[in-house]
């Protein structure tokens, strides 16, 4: 693992470059509007014998919209921005992938992963997705940050947020947003949290992503499981 950012252009020699893509967006009182791109580069760093780039660490968090701090891109523009950049990068690297820490995310990179490919880059993407993990700002991320950034946890500020399952919050929240449906912009329980917890579950993450950058077999959607 080498960071792109620190390099010097006669050093950089092509390979494989690993790009973190995260939001600016509200989690919660207790945990940093960075999140999702601390998460993201967490995993990314996971990879030995690539370049770590720079992240990329705005996203499309419309659905935050109303919390103080939410920046959001939008679908539309995130998605142009990283064709663009997929674009520049693949003129110097041989495979691109783009680790991505939040759901919000996932339509842009598709779009811009799908296109990259029809150009004939080979460029791919992998979600930081954790199977049975609450939705934003409980448990899941809360026992990460503990692990990964536990400077940026003010465990105390913790609350409960809405523990009803996403599935039945999805119309909801798509039409008037997580303040709808959560004034602390909390969907979870965060508490519980440990960084024993976060350890575990970025192990897992990491293991998930090495292995599926060992295979790199993109699917359908330019992803890699």
């Known amino acids: 693992m080498a960071e792109l950012g620190s390099a010097r252009w006669p050093h950089v020699d092509g390979g494989l470059v690993v790009v973190p893509v995260g939001s600016v967006e509200q989690h919660g009182p207790h945990l940093p509007l960075n999140t999702d791109t601390t998460i993201a580069e967490a995993v990314a760093d996971g990879v030995s014998d690539a370049w770590i780039a720079p992240p990329l660490a705005y996203g499309?968090?419309?659905?935050?919209?109303?919390?103080?701090?939410?920046?959001?891109?939008?679908?539309?523009?995130?998605?142009?921005?990283?064709?663009?950049?997929?674009?520049?990068?693949?003129?110097?690297?041989?495979?691109?992938?783009?680790?991505?820490?939040?759901?919000?995310?996932?339509?842009?990179?598709?779009?811009?992963?799908?296109?990259?490919?029809?150009?004939?880059?080979?460029?791919?993407?992998?979600?930081?997705?954790?199977?049975?993990?609450?939705?934003?700002?409980?448990?899941?991320?809360?026992?990460?940050?503990?692990?990964?950034?536990?400077?940026?946890?003010?465990?105390?500020?913790?609350?409960?947020?809405?523990?009803?399952?996403?599935?039945?919050?999805?119309?909801?929240?798509?039409?008037?947003?997580?303040?709808?449906?959560?004034?602390?912009?909390?969907?979870?329980d965060p508490s519980g949290a440990t960084p024993a917890e976060g350890a575990d579950l970025l192990a897992g993450l990491r293991q998930r992503f090495v292995s599926a950058v060992e295979r790199w077999t993109p699917d359908d959607l330019g992803i890699l499981r």
Do not use: K
């Not at 103080?68 to 679908?75: A, D, Y």
């Not at 950034?149 to 500020?157: G, M, S, T």
């Open 60 to 188: 499309s968090s419309g659905e935050h919209e109303g919390f103080p701090g939410t920046v959001s891109l939008g679908r539309t523009a995130l998605s142009t921005i990283l064709v663009e950049y997929g674009r520049s990068i693949c003129r110097w690297a041989d495979r691109v992938v783009f680790v991505n820490g939040h759901g919000g995310n996932g339509s842009a990179l598709a779009e811009a992963v799908a296109l990259l490919r029809y150009e004939g880059r080979d460029v791919a993407w992998f979600p930081c997705s954790i199977p049975g993990a609450d939705a934003h700002a409980g448990r899941t991320e809360t026992s990460l940050m503990l692990h990964i950034a536990p400077d940026q946890v003010v465990i105390e500020a913790a609350v409960v947020g809405n523990t009803d399952p996403v599935a039945t919050l999805m119309e909801h929240m798509t039409v008037s947003g997580v303040m709808s449906v959560s004034s602390s912009g909390v969907l979870g």
